[in-house]
């Protein structure tokens, strides 16, 4: 039904396993298939991969886009009408290759150094685990997730809605563990994470290193996370330690995290000086330009995406406020003209959380524009249009992420 | 280490998989190695079958206590820390043979017939979903969880403290159907739910149906749900449609739901009539004992259950409170001589779901035994005894429930 997320799982239910549908998915015309469900016109790329990589093996092969063996996003239809995200159906974006599985063999003896504070030291996992626990259900999202919406062609992976899940994350609060040494130095802006990856021969660092300056007001919710979705946190996911900013942009989500500084200057590496930058079109990334950090308010519908059907029509969707509680959804079925406001579907896991939406809708023969905007509590909405940017960053226009659905 | 669960998941991550202990938890030996984990002395039963039946065989093998082919327990160490219990961990407990997976082939034309409203139906559950939509977490516990704990040998399965998870449920609010049904009829007292199972021939179906009554009163939170953890219901779970009654023990929430009825009189099934009824030790069933529908008070500790360490330990557990949100919960290091108030950890998912809790406690070397009380917002909390009764019904007491657990 139009209601409901078309891909079917695999091992899930012995019952729910249908060849004909599974091996429909996983060749080129799964693809093609998958693409035109995004509500988008099909991208030029090449044939998906039928399988995962190895590092990724364990995810629901049918309910991704795999836009590379780094990048795979979550398919419109499958990310479901949940509060929380099913592991096996998140989204992967690694920024280098994922380290050996030889570092999640024994988790608790991971090391993360403390800097930056009265008392800088090298702690393991399983000495977090002795400073405190906190679980925060928080929207991890790339900066690109709408990119391939922008008109200009943005670089990079074209993520269309599917670059964002919400998840339950475990780990220490970020404030316990530098209370329990001293406190930031005096003067400190910025906290200052670096990731474990190995870096590729032959390129200055700089270049290369996955390491990420947020303003240290982030300190009040980030988290040292060792747990997601009550398992230990997956390689292919940062395992086995995460920053944790919720409400930011995933590229803030430090993985496995080996350091962890209290800065006056945010670090000079690519990533953080000119990547992740938003600028004019054309423009060169540097560090006077804004940087992916707080979300913005965003929503968009999962479900219908082509077709509805001659009377009830549920309309399902997701909505997440950044840092910011939601006030209201609202849904259009004329392509803004006209709204109403929708309900949140399921327990409300918090300001960093997605909340899941529904509208009942009795739709008569005909093609409908449906679009949907999200109101945090602070009174921001989502915006009809886009930011045009140089590298498609931050997009949260409800015009672009509606949908076209036939009812016949 | 003492306070994280010490199961390994297969196809989570490469780097979880640890063959050495997969054979220790598969075999014999592993038997031994689980049942002690549950701080109580191993009972007398044959060696777990080496893998999951057919219509299980989706679930974590390591996770489970496999006690027969429709009975399988979650181990205490693989309960976790979390406000929602993974699928493939959640327990297992069927009356009758599981129907063939033809019946979730196509969900959405499974039938549910609707009686004594004014206005009697058939509806596909594609119907149903145009009717309304609602997710609710709530607690799923057999009423025997807690059995092994009575002395005088209870008959049935030995459940320790395993036969419960908290899942987040998904379908449409009962009340929203009889509403488009024109309401209950006059004198309604019960809902009258019965499955689709196959009855095995050549005994009296009274004897062996799978049909449950529940005071109307339980229509305020009712769902005929069709999804489980943001996945469509699992034919191992009860899928493709299952009556769920927040708060009330599983029996209640009847599988492969066939049948509503608001009926005068409860059904005069066994499972209603004599089973699932709290009486004295030695006595029959008969209707006039108190059935098992809303849930008591209950809590228990999740890690560590045996050995701790010098210095801090962080003590975890889950607490609930059936129908009622909880107030507190308190951990005693001394078998209920001294007690702390524990804090609640992660986001609250509404009044039917449990609470993971987390105490922080520094230990000496030496012997404790660690209990757990939780009282809800309306004053009631977890007695020290248990109610003895011939089938074992219902154990909330926090002395049995206990762990003993060494630091050296």
């Known amino acids: 039904m139009a209601q409901q997320p078309t891909f079917q799982r695999g091992g899930n239910d012995p019952g729910l396993d249908n060849p004909s549908r599974r091996n429909l998915l996983v060749g080129t015309a799964?693809?093609?298939?998958?693409?035109?469900?995004?509500?988008?016109?099909?991208?030029?790329?090449?044939?998906e991969p039928k399988t995962l990589p190895d590092y990724a093996a364990w995810k629901e092969r049918t309910a991704l886009i795999v836009h590379s063996a780094n990048t795979m996003e979550t398919r419109r239809d499958a990310i479901g009408q949940g509060v929380v995200t099913p592991s096996d159906r998140l989204f992967v974006r690694n920024n280098l290759p994922t380290p050996?599985?030889?570092i999640v063999a024994?988790?608790?003896?991971?090391?993360?150094?403390?800097?930056?504070?009265?008392?800088?030291?090298?702690?393991?996992?399983?000495?977090?685990?002795e400073i405190g626990v906190s679980t925060v259900a928080s929207v991890l999202q790339c900066s690109g997730n709408g990119r391939a919406f922008f008109p200009?062609?943005?670089?990079?992976?074209?993520?269309?809605?599917?670059?964002?899940?919400c998840i339950l994350w475990t780990g220490v609060p970020l404030k316990?563990?530098?209370?329990?040494?001293?406190?930031?130095?005096?003067g400190a802006m910025y906290i200052t994470s670096t990731g474990g990856e190995t870096l590729p021969e032959g390129l200055d660092p700089k270049t290369v290193k996955v390491e990420r300056s947020v303003p240290t007001r982030a300190m009040e919710s980030a988290l040292l996370a060792w747990g997601m979705n009550d398992e230990p946190l997956p390689l292919t996911h940062g395992g086995p330690l995460r920053m944790?900013?919720?409400?930011?942009?995933?590229?803030n989500n430090v993985k496995y995290v080996k350091n962890v500084a209290f800065t006056k200057e945010q670090t000079d590496v690519k990533i953080q000086a000119s990547s992740y930058r938003v600028r004019d079109v054309g423009k060169k990334g540097s560090p006077d330009q804004p940087s992916m950090w707080e979300m913005n308010v965003k929503s968009w519908v999962t479900s219908p995406l082509t077709s509805g059907r001659k009377g009830r029509n549920m309309?399902?969707?997701?909505?997440?406020?950044?840092?910011?509680?939601l006030d209201k959804i609202e849904v259009s079925l004329d392509g803004g003209k006209n709204w109403q406001q929708a309900r949140f579907l399921g327990p409300d896991l918090g300001p960093y959380a997605w909340r899941p939406f529904v509208l009942a809708a009795d739709l008569a023969p005909g093609e409908y524009r449906i679009v949907s905007r999200a109101t945090d509590t602070k009174g921001n909405s989502q915006p009809e249009g886009r930011i045009d940017n140089e590298r498609g960053y931050g997009h949260n226009g409800w015009s672009d992420h509606g949908v076209t659905v036939t009812v016949s």
């Open 100 to 102: 050996p599985a030889s």
């Open 176 to 186: 316990d563990v530098v209370e329990a040494l001293g406190g930031p130095v005096d």
């Open 152 to 165: 200009h062609g943005a670089g990079g992976t074209q993520w269309s809605v599917g670059a964002a899940g």
């Open 30 to 47: 799964g693809t093609m298939a998958a693409v035109s469900l995004l509500g988008i016109t099909p991208l030029a790329r090449g044939e």
């Open 315 to 325: 309309i399902y969707g997701v909505a997440f406020g950044g840092t910011v509680s």
């Open 244 to 251: 944790v900013v919720p409400g930011y942009y995933g590229v």
């Open 106 to 129: 024994n988790r608790d003896a991971w090391e993360v150094r403390i800097e930056g504070v009265k008392n800088p030291k090298t702690l393991t996992i399983g000495d977090l685990k």
